[in-house]
Structure formats: C-alpha cells, structure tokens
C-alpha cells in the first residue's frame, strides 16, 4: 500500500471516526471499549493504522478485531456454519467449526457488488432508455439511448436495491428437489440446458434472456445531474431480472462485456479532467479484463467445501449463512441453492471431476435464515436480522455479554496488531502477565 494512500486514508478515517464518537454516538472515546469486526483478509497495515488512530488520537482504552463473520454467525445461536459474505468489492466464504474461524480454508471471489454495478451499467447503456423532461405521456414521448453522465453512482446504487431481483430462469426447475422423484429427468436435463445457455455467446445470451424472462419493464423516476429536471429511465423487465446472474455464472460471465467505465465519480467536478477519458469513450472489455477467471459464488462454496475434512462438510453445507448488502437482493439465497443443485446434480465433466466428493452433499443444502422462514410459527415474518446488519449486531451481543477475544489495552500498545497470520501479539509488544 502506498505511503500516499496510507496517509490520506489515515485522514479521512480520523474524520470518519470524529464524527462518529462526537455527533452520531455524543459518547467520550475514553471511557469506551472498542470491537472491531472485522474481514480476515483486511490487510495488516489497515489495522495497525485503525490501532493508532483508535489509541493514540482518541484515547480509547482497549480494541479488540473479530472476524465479522463469526459476529454475524452468532446472531444465529449457532457456533458452526458455513458465513458467506457479499459484499460490495469481494465474497468471501469461511467455515466456522465450535466458534473458531478456520481461516486457512477460505476461498473468496471478487464477483460481489461491484460487478453487479459494472454489468448493470453494460445493460442499461446499451438496452435501457431515458425518456426526457416531457408534458406527453410515457408511451408517446421520445425515448433516447442513457447518457453515460446520467448513470451516478446513487443511482446505481438505488436501482439495484429496488428494481432488480434473482429468479430461477423459467426453462430450468424451479423448486429441485435430491432425489429427483416424480420426474427422473427433469433434474438432469433442465439444468443441462442452462448450462447450454452459459455456453452461447453475448448476443444469444441477451436473446434468450429477454424471450425467457416475464419480468415487466418499469419506468423509473431519477433527477437529471446537469440541469435537475425529472425524467424517466425505462429499464427492461430482463436486465432486473437477469442483471445479477453475473454472480452466479461465474467466469462465465465474461462475454458479457463490461464498459470500461469509472463507476465510482461521476461528478463532473473539476478533479476530473485529469482523469482518464474512458467514462467519454468507453469500450467493452471491463468484465473480459477483471472478472474473467473469476468463480461464482456457488462455485466458491464448494471451493470451501473441498478444502474442510470430509466429517465437517455436511455440518458446514446444511448451516449456510449469507450475510452481506448484495444478499438482500430479492431471491437471492433461493437463485443460490438452485446454482448449487446445478452444479451437483448436472455438472460439467470439469465440475464433475472436481466436485464429485461432494455430491452426495446435495440433499443437506440449507440456509440457517431458511430454516427461520421454514417454521410454522414464523411463517408470516421474515427473518429476525437483515443480512447487512448481522455483523455489527453479533458484535454488540459481544459487548453487550462481556465477551471478549485477543484484547490491546492502551498501556501495551506499541504499534503492532493482533492478526491469525502472525499468531499473537508480537513478543517485544508484549508483556508477560
């Protein structure tokens, strides 16, 4: 990480936290405990900054990092289970046995919410419509091809937490079951066939996804960034439907070309003229360049699976827990399970070679917010904890019962962090009890 870098998010974190402790929280630092939850691949230099920052500036008396998906796997009462975090940059799967991490077999993937806004962006610029500031109705007013300017990043952000949504695709089994029983080759051949249509091309792909799907098409208000006047996107009933299998297809997904585009600033400020011009001139090798050999997040999974002992597979599989702002996603964890019955079930003969010690595994599928959802008495109420709060509420719980990891006190401190990579404290940090 780059010194420059460094610094400047040592800066913002400073305001970030101020602002925190002494307008939203009104508490003194010094007389509060911190729990960090945090990933375990967060590199080591991130925490000795927040470690500084935390001691030195705020004064705070002991921290103590825990890994955000053991947090969020106690909001369940469990202790052992298999947390799948989707986030926005990457997914990491970690299987926990008895409360303790196993970090040596984590698998992760930067297919996460970030590529579900690069792919929405392809979409929209090339199937989506504005229909501009008008008196006449939506159906006789001019549609026109979406500006990339219009396409902000709130925007984004709000489209994908209210339009789109997962589905199993209308040619494949809704509702597979392991195993197969009524009808013995509805399993193998359904899946097969969307197999089939991961194989096609881009343009095959976009047709068979908009002759397939039965999502209506919604005309969706936004606000002009230039001149703040009101008009309407028309966004294809297809891409809401279809705009998230990009997580679920895997490497797959690369003919899906992605515009090359900057996602992240679309302000029209005047730092970005020293910025490269491929938000004006965009090209369609995005996703080619950094998704590519990317796994989805179902093959991610049984990556995991792979790697624990063969006795915790089954424990692990039958307590999945996803956690994460991308799993909220309407139809998520069902689109999941059915990519996972897919690959089991109907594998191609590389899945077949590498996944064969877990099929037997297919029938012990299920989510831990399922089950929840699965009981008589909580049929008409969803599940207790969203998947984006789980972490910070498995972290108050900690607080809150007195529990505790590896804690740094203040006195100790002398720049160096806990960390399962390096083991302990760092012996000339530490002092003996």
Same mark, same amino acid.
């Given at each position: ?196 249509? +991961?194989?096609? $091309? !881009? ?7 908009? /002759? @397939?799907?039965?999502?209506? =098409?919604?005309? *969706? ?49 005047? +730092?970005?003229? $020293? !910025? ?7 090209? /369609? @090798?995005?996703?080619?360049? =950094?998704?590519? *050999? ?140």
């Amino acid at each position: 990480m780059a010194k420059g870098n460094l610094k400047q998010m040592e800066d913002k974190l400073k305001n970030l936290l101020h602002d925190i402790y002494f307008r939203l929280l009104l508490t003194d630092p010094k007389s509060r405990k911190v729990i960090i939850c945090e990933s375990p691949l967060v590199p080591i230099v991130v925490k000795q900054t927040i470690a500084r920052i935390l001691f030195d500036y705020f004064q705070v008396p002991s921290l103590s990092f825990v890994p955000i998906h053991l947090m969020a796997l106690m909001t369940t009462g469990l202790t052992t289970g298999l947390v799948i975090d989707c986030g926005h940059l990457e997914t990491t799967t970690l299987p926990i046995y008895s409360a303790r991490p196993l970090i040596p077999y984590i698998t992760t993937t930067s297919l996460a919410g970030q590529a579900v806004t690069r792919r929405l962006v392809t979409l929209l610029l090339d199937h989506g419509r504005l229909i501009p500031p008008s008196n006449l109705h939506l159906s006789l007013a001019p549609h026109v091809p979406i500006p990339i300017s219009v396409l902000t990043p709130l925007l984004l952000e709000e489209i994908k937490t209210r339009v789109l949504f997962c589905s199993v695709s209308s040619g494949s089994n809704t509702n597979p079951s392991y195993p197969p029983q009524s009808q013995p080759t509805s399993i193998s051949s359904t899946p097969q066939q969307q197999r089939r249509h +991961d194989a096609l $091309n !881009k343009d095959e792909r976009i047709e068979s996804d908009q /002759t @397939t799907s039965h999502a209506t =098409d919604i005309h *969706f208000p936004i606000q002009l960034p230039t001149t703040q006047e009101k008009a309407t996107l028309m966004i294809p009933g297809w891409i809401r439907e279809h705009a998230m299998d990009i997580l679920f297809e895997g490497n797959d997904e690369s003919d899906y070309a992605c515009k090359d585009i900057d996602i992240g600033d679309h302000d029209h400020s005047d +730092d970005d003229t $020293n !910025k490269p011009t491929a938000t004006a001139a965009t090209t /369609t @090798t995005g996703i080619q360049q =950094d998704y590519e *050999f990317e796994t989805g997040i179902a093959h991610c999974i049984l990556n995991c699976l792979r790697k624990v002992p063969a006795d915790l597979r089954k424990p692990m599989i039958s307590s999945l827990l996803v956690v994460g702002g991308t799993a909220l996603v309407p139809g998520f964890q069902k689109k999941l399970k059915h990519t996972l019955l897919m690959i089991l079930h109907s594998p191609t003969p590389l899945e077949k070679a590498r996944y064969a010690s877990l099929a037997g595994l297919a029938p012990f599928i299920q989510f831990l917010d399922q089950q929840t959802l699965d009981d008589q008495h909580q049929q008409k109420s969803g599940p207790i904890f969203k998947s984006n709060v789980r972490g910070w509420i498995g972290g108050s719980l900690m607080g809150s019962l007195k529990l505790s990891g590896e804690e740094m006190v203040k006195e100790k401190f002398n720049g160096t962090v806990t960390d399962w990579s390096i083991g302990q404290l760092s012996s000339q940090g530490a002092e003996p009890e």
